[in-house]
C-alpha cells in the first residue's frame, strides 16, 4: 500500500499546474444558440474570459432585396426577419410605408393589427420562455407545454393569414383579411385558457429553487449599460426602465388600453425571465379590451398594386416581442423603395453579448445568452 | 432642408461652437440636423451629455447611398425628454470617412461595424472595426448603388 502511494507520487509532477487559457467555438450549428449563432469563447477552465460574437451565417441580402422590390412585395421578405415574430415584423414595415406615403389606417384595421399583434407577443414569449427553460436543463417539459400554447395562437393566425410562421398578413393601409367570427370566439377560447395554462408554466419554473439558484444574480445588467447599449424590449424594462414604445410613443389604438409595463429589478437572468413571463399577461388583458371595442369598418384602405410614395423618408418605431423594431425606408418616388433599413432589436441586443457573458461560467453564459431572447433571423437579415 | 437653422430650436440649445458645425436643419416631429462630418463626434457628444438634450439613447444608426454620396443617418432618442431627433452627415464617395460615436453609446459599435461591412465607410475610432454580417474574406460592399455584381462572378468569389 506504501510502496503504491510512493509510486503515485513519483508519477505526478509536483510544483504549480500549468493551466491554459483554451479558445472553443460555440455554434453555428448549435442547440441553444437560437439560431445560427457563433460565439468564439475563451476560457479560463470553466470561466469565460472573452466572449466574441460571429454573425452572419443567415444572411440573405434583405436590405439589398427590398431594393428590388415593390413596397406591397416586400411585405412578404419581412416576415423572414423574426420569424418567431413575423406579425410586428410586417407591423413595423408597413407603417414605414404609411408615414412615407401619408397613407390612412381604417380604425378597425388598427384594432385588427392590435390583436394580432399582442397574439404574436405572447406566441413569442412562449417560445422565448420555453428555450430559455431548455438552455437551463428544464428538458423540454416547460417548452413543450408553452408550445401548446404557441400552436393555439398559430392555429389564430393560419384562419386569417393562411400560414403558420410566415404570415405576410399586414398592408400598408390596414391588413389582408378581416377577422371572421370564428376567429374572435377561438381567440376568446385562448384568452379564457391561457392565464391557467401560464400559471402552470410559473408553477415549474418560477418558485424552482433550481431555476432561481442559476438565474438570480446571474448575468446581471445594470440599467446605464443597457441604455448605453440601445437594448430594447424587455432586455431594458427588465434592467428597471420602464419603456414601452406602446406607452412613450402612443402608436395605433394603444392609448386606448388599460395595461401595465412591466418591469425587473436587478436585471439579472431571472428578471428577463419573469418580465416575459408578466407581460404575456398584460398582453392577454390587451387583447380582450381590443376585442371588447373592435369597430366595425374597413379592414385595409385601397391603394393601388404599385403605388409610388412621394420623395422622403420615414423610421417607424414599434414595440415587437424582442424590442424596438423599426424600419427606415428613404423613397426616390419610386415603385421599390430606394434604401430599406431595419433597427433590428435582437441584433443591437446582442451588442452587450461579449460584455454578458464575460466572467460567467460556460453554463451561466449559455442561460444568459437565451435571457436576451436573440432571433437570428433579424440579427442578420 | 432648410437653410433657416435658428427656427429649429434643437439648434439654439447647442453652444455656438457646436452650431457653427450644423450646415442645415429641418424642423418637425423628429427634426433633423445636417452636419459637418468631422464634427460629428463632438455634437453627438454634447447632446446625449447636455440635461437639457439628454439624447441617450442611439436608436438607428445607418447609411444611405446616394451615388454622389453616402448619408449617414443617426436616430437619437431621449429618454428623459420623450424626444427624437436625426443627425445626418454626408460622407464622400471616394474617401469615405466618419468620425466614429462608438464611445459615447455602446449600440454604435455593432451598427458602425455594419456600416462598415455593407457600406465601406470607416469610421475613426471605433475599438473594432472589421466585418459583421458578411466573411471576412469578402471582397466589396454590397449596398453600395454600383455593387450588382453578376452571378458568375459572385461564384468565382467564393470558389
Redesign the interface.
Known amino acids: 500500500m506504501g510502496e503504491t502511494t510512493h509510486q503515485i507520487e513519483q508519477a505526478i509532477p509536483t510544483g504549480r499546474i500549468e493551466t491554459e487559457r483554451i479558445i472553443v467555438n460555440m455554434g453555428p450549428h448549435h442547440p441553444s444558440t437560437h439560431g445560427v449563432l457563433r460565439i468564439v469563447l475563451t476560457l479560463d477552465g470553466e470561466t469565460v474570459v472573452d466572449a466574441d460574437p460571429v ?2 451565417y443567415l ?1 440573405r ?1 434583405f ?2 432585396l427590398c431594393e428590388e422590390g415593390t413596397y406591397l412585395q416586400n411585405v412578404s421578405l419581412t416576415d423572414r426577419l423574426d420569424y418567431l415574430a413575423a406579425m410586428t415584423n410586417n407591423w413595423a414595415y408597413v407603417t414605414a410605408v404609411e408615414k412615407l406615403a401619408g397613407i390612412e389606417v381604417p380604425e378597425r384595421a388598427e384594432y385588427i393589427r392590435v390583436i394580432v399583434g399582442e397574439l404574436q407577443r405572447v406566441a413569442s414569449h412562449c417560445a422565448a420562455i420555453g428555450f430559455f427553460g431548455n438552455d437551463i436543463g428544464t428538458s423540454f417539459t416547460p417548452l413543450m407545454w408553452l408550445f401548446r400554447d404557441r400552436e393555439m395562437v398559430l392555429d389564430l393566425f393560419e384562419m386569417i393569414s393562411g400560414a403558420r410562421m410566415t404570415y405576410n398578413y399586414y398592408r400598408p393601409g390596414g391588413v389582408a383579411a378581416d377577422l371572421t367570427p370564428e376567429f374572435i370566439a377561438e381567440t376568446r377560447k385562448f384568452l379564457a385558457h391561457m392565464p391557467h395554462s401560464l400559471d402552470e408554466i410559473e408553477g415549474l419554473l418560477t418558485g424552482n429553487e433550481i431555476v432561481l439558484s442559476r438565474c438570480k444574480k446571474i448575468g446581471v445588467i445594470p440599467l446605464n ?1 443597457a ?4 437594448l430594447s424590449g424587455p432586455n431594458l424594462r427588465a434592467s428597471g ?1 420602464a ?1 414601452d414604445l406602446r406607452k ?1 410613443l402612443g402608436y395605433s389604438v394603444y392609448p386606448r388600453m388599460q395595461f401595465d409595463v412591466v418591469t425587473g429589478t436587478v436585471g439579472d437572468t431571472f428578471d428577463r425571465y419573469i418580465v416575459r413571463v408578466r407581460e404575456i399577461r398584460e398582453s392577454l388583458k390587451i387583447i380582450e379590451q381590443a376585442i371588447e371595442q373592435l369597430p366595425p369598418g374597413e379592414f385595409c384602405t385601397k391603394l393601388p398594386i404599385n403605388f409610388r410614395p412621394p420623395v422622403g423618408e420615414a ?1 417607424s ?1 414599434i414595440e415587437g416581442p424582442r424590442g ?1 423594431i ?1 424600419f ?1 425606408i ?1 423613397s426616390d418616388g419610386s415603385i421599390a423603395p ?2 430599406c ?1 431595419q ?1 433590428a432589436p435582437s ?2 441586443n ?3 453579448i461579449s460584455e454578458l457573458l464575460k466572467g460567467l461560467k460556460v453554463a451561466d453564459a449559455v442561460v444568459a445568452l437565451a435571457s436576451l431572447d436573440p432571433v437570428m433571423g433579424e440579427v ?2 | 432642408m432648410t437653410t433657416n437653422r435658428d427656427e429649429v430650436s434643437v439648434v439654439n440649445l447647442l453652444p455656438p461652437a457646436l452650431a457653427e458645425g450644423v450646415i442645415a436643419a429641418k424642423s418637425g416631429e ?1 427634426p433633423e440636423l445636417l452636419v459637418k462630418t468631422d464634427r460629428i463626434a463632438e455634437i453627438c457628444e454634447y447632446l446625449a451629455s447636455s440635461p437639457d438634450l439628454s439624447f ?5 444608426l ?1 447609411a ?2 446616394w451615388i454622389n454620396y453616402f448619408e449617414l ?1 443617426y ?1 437619437l432618442h431621449s ?1 428623459r425628454h ?1 424626444r427624437m431627433i ?1 443627425i445626418k452627415a454626408r460622407v464622400d464617395h471616394d474617401n469615405p470617412v466618419a468620425p466614429s460615436v462608438a464611445r459615447i ?3 454604435a ?3 458602425e461595424r ?1 456600416t462598415y461591412d ?1 457600406f465601406g465607410i470607416s469610421f475613426n475610432g471605433h475599438p473594432d472595426l472589421r ?5 471576412d474574406e469578402f471582397v466589396g460592399h ?2 453600395r448603388k454600383d455593387y450588382n455584381l453578376p452571378r458568375e462572378e459572385i461564384s468565382q468569389q467564393l470558389r
Do not use: C, M
Open positions: 454573425f452572419g444572411h441580402g436590405e439589398k449599460r441604455i448605453s447599449y440601445g426602465l419603456f412613450v423610421l418605431r424596438e423599426g427606415y428613404v430606394y434604401r433599413h433597427r441584433f443591437i446582442l451588442g452587450i442578420d437579415r | 423628429v441617450n439613447y442611439l436608436v438607428n445607418t444611405v447611398d443617418v436616430h429618454i420623450g436625426a453609446w455602446d449600440a459599435r455593432f451598427q455594419e455593407l466585418r459583421i454580417l458578411l466573411y454590397p449596398l
